[in-house]
């Protein structure tokens, strides 16, 4: 458990799987894969379906080179960290590559980031955690040492691991990751049925848009459009790339949701989509996605599919209450953000249905001014 206050790094931090490790509390290799890891944060919300690799490269104990990979068919980290090196002038042979996960060793979109490091003499590569695509899983390690490179594993790995774990589960099932972010009141409570309740304190709302900037889609309940009557945009401070997609989805079974909703007004780079299990009218600007009904709504698996089959590789879900349950009871949750504030909401207490094969990855409560996250 730590105990932060929340500026905007560490809600970009906590949004991304963190807290991280500080390069200014390591020393040795632990000190570069901690800048490498940082590096990293800076693809998250833009590389999926692949992982946003960080890569620095070290000569004599300093950085000379350094890359992210930051969207699927375009570099690699390692090659983006070559790249960096050859633009500053710096010469890789005989330098250290650290880089938090295992180099690809196969050609996909790119070539084989293995074969760019040996091609450059990088002389020793340090791996935070081992690749688990088929297609590389040990492969780029062997590779490596097959040339004469020193290989090293498992620096930072538990940090490495949790990085990538949206990856990881995508590539071992097919679906993205799933974070459920929920505020409620001291009392339990997500506020009165059918009203607008702000229990939150705006420095946590922050915490709410790291978490949207860092996911490629949010996932809301039609009830949550009727009361507070949402954008549902991402409106993150810092700057992103061009690319990036943010996918809005309300979830409208029967297409109750009037077409003057605030969240059907298009915002570019910001789709919206409607998921429905019948044919309502349709909304101009709005597509829908159609599923099978489950249930008194739709399956929330079917949706998740969906959504990895567009390349969203991390969705968000903000609630309400029912939908919430859905995903908590069908265990399709990886990490819950649970926004407790000190005040109450003043509503019947929400009983979440937590399933025995529940991941809980992070639960985070506001209370005394302060942020605190168990893992
Ligand atoms: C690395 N460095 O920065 C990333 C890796 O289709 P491609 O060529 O982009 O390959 C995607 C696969 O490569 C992905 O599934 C994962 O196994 C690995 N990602 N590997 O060496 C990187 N993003
Ligand atoms: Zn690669």
């Known amino acids: ?215 490629e889609a949010l996932v809301v309940g039609r009830h949550t459009i009727e009361v507070d009557d949402p954008q549902l945009t991402d409106r993150w401070p810092a700057p992103t790339a061009p690319h990036r997609s943010f996918a809005r989805v309300v979830m409208d079974e029967t297409g109750l949701v009037p077409p003057t909703a605030r969240v059907w007004a298009p915002v570019a780079g910001q789709p919206v989509f409607r998921a429905v299990t019948n044919e309502p009218t349709p909304l101009r600007g709005v597509e829908d996605l159609h599923l099978p009904p489950e249930g008194r709504g739709c399956s929330l698996r079917h949706l998740l599919y969906e959504l990895a089959a567009m390349g969203v590789g991390r969705v968000l879900v903000e609630g309400g209450g029912t939908l919430a349950g859905g995903f908590l009871s069908q265990g399709l949750v990886d990490e819950f953000h649970r926004f407790q504030s000190d005040l109450p909401a003043c509503g019947p207490e929400l009983i979440l249905p937590i399933p025995t094969t529940w991941c809980l990855q992070a639960s985070a409560r506001w209370s005394t001014g302060r942020w605190e996250v168990w893992r």
């Open 1 to 215: 458990m730590s105990d932060l206050e929340l500026t905007a790094e560490v809600a970009w931090a906590l949004a991304t799987g963190g807290p991280w490790p500080d390069p200014a509390d390591l020393d040795g290799d632990a000190r570069f894969m901690a800048l490498a890891l940082r590096e990293g944060l800076n693809g998250v919300g833009l590389a999926s379906p692949n992982p946003p690799v960080g890569c620095v490269l070290v000569r004599a104990g300093l950085v000379i080179g350094s890359g992210v990979h930051t969207r699927a068919g375009d570099p690699h980290g390692e090659v983006m960290a070559l790249r960096d090196a050859e633009a500053r002038g710096e010469d890789p042979k005989g330098s250290t590559a650290f880089v938090t996960l295992e180099p690809c060793c196969h050609h996909g979109r790119t070539g084989p980031c293995t074969l760019a490091l040996i091609q450059a003499g990088v002389a020793r590569v340090v791996v935070g955690v081992r690749d688990p695509n088929p297609r590389v899983d040990g492969g780029g390690l062997a590779i490596l040492r097959s040339h004469g490179v020193v290989v090293e594993e498992g620096v930072l790995g538990e940090a490495c691991a949790r990085f990538h774990a949206p990856f990881f589960k995508h590539i071992r099932t097919g679906l993205p990751w799933v974070t459920l972010k929920l505020a409620l009141g001291s009392d339990g409570s997500l506020g009165p049925a059918g009203q607008t309740t702000q229990v939150t304190p705006p420095e946590v709302q922050r915490l709410a848009h790291a978490l949207r900037r860092a996911s």
